[in-house]
């Protein structure tokens, strides 16, 4: 039973550029969460969603970012024009439906911008 | 809001017992959560409370106080791979079904 999976594992991006940021969940899960993660820091949550909904992004930042989770296909994080402070570990999780399931964590994506 | 209290840093010796203190302030508990994360990698659950007591997992037992706002993981015959950093975590309630709030971590060092 594979675990949450992230893609790509590290991108590299230049000022101004899109980071695009993938997560499939384990199967059976249809709730996903994302969280970054800055050097020294701890997990900041970011954005909840289920398929088609955006359920809680209270700790999105209001311009650039974006979360959508489609009925077909992995749930996306979509960062625009991205500056150096977006540098950061970008962890999604998921969990079975059901308001109080544990979450499983994917691998991460490390993202730099230079 | 939510405030989430850990140290930030802690030392212990192979073969020795560790508790790792956590304190939280929270508008509307539903539960404490314990990960562990190596560097570089994915956090991993240990342990989940949600009532008052302790929970015990083989070497890893979790204690949870709702009244005091305080939880501590406990780590029973250290070994060299339980290094890494231990993350306290809170779900809340009133602002999403199932988000959680992480401290910034505890990343302990085991030494020999």
């Known amino acids: 039973n594979a675990g949450v999976m992230q893609n790509p594992r590290h991108l590299v991006r230049r000022r101004g550029q899109e980071a695009r940021l993938r997560c499939s969940p384990m199967?059976?899960?249809?709730?996903v969460y994302w969280y970054r993660q800055l050097p020294e820091e701890g997990l900041k949550f970011m954005v909840y969603?289920?398929?088609?909904?955006?359920?809680?992004e209270s700790g999105m930042p209001k311009e650039r970012f974006s979360a959508e989770f489609p009925k077909e296909g992995p749930s996306i994080l979509r960062i625009q024009q991205v500056v150096r402070g977006d540098s950061a570990a970008y962890f999604c999780a998921s969990s079975l439906p059901g308001d109080y399931n544990e979450q499983f964590f994917g691998p991460g994506t490390r993202l730099t911008v230079l | 809001g939510q405030n989430i209290d850990q140290p930030t840093e802690m030392t212990a010796t192979e073969g020795a017992i560790v508790q790792i203190n956590c304190t939280y302030q929270t508008s509307g508990f539903n539960g404490l959560f314990w990960y562990q994360q190596h560097a570089g990698e994915a956090p991993t659950f240990l342990s989940y409370n949600v009532l008052d007591g302790l929970e015990e997992k083989g070497r890893f037992s979790s204690f949870l106080s709702r009244s005091k706002g305080y939880s501590y993981l406990l780590l029973k015959e250290l070994q060299m791979k339980d290094s890494a950093s231990y993350l306290c975590a809170v779900r809340d309630i009133q602002t999403g079904a199932n988000n959680l709030f992480f401290g910034t971590g505890t990343r302990l060092t085991v030494i020999p």
């Open positions: 199967k059976g899960h249809s709730h």
């Open positions: 969603l289920q398929k088609e909904n955006i359920i809680d």
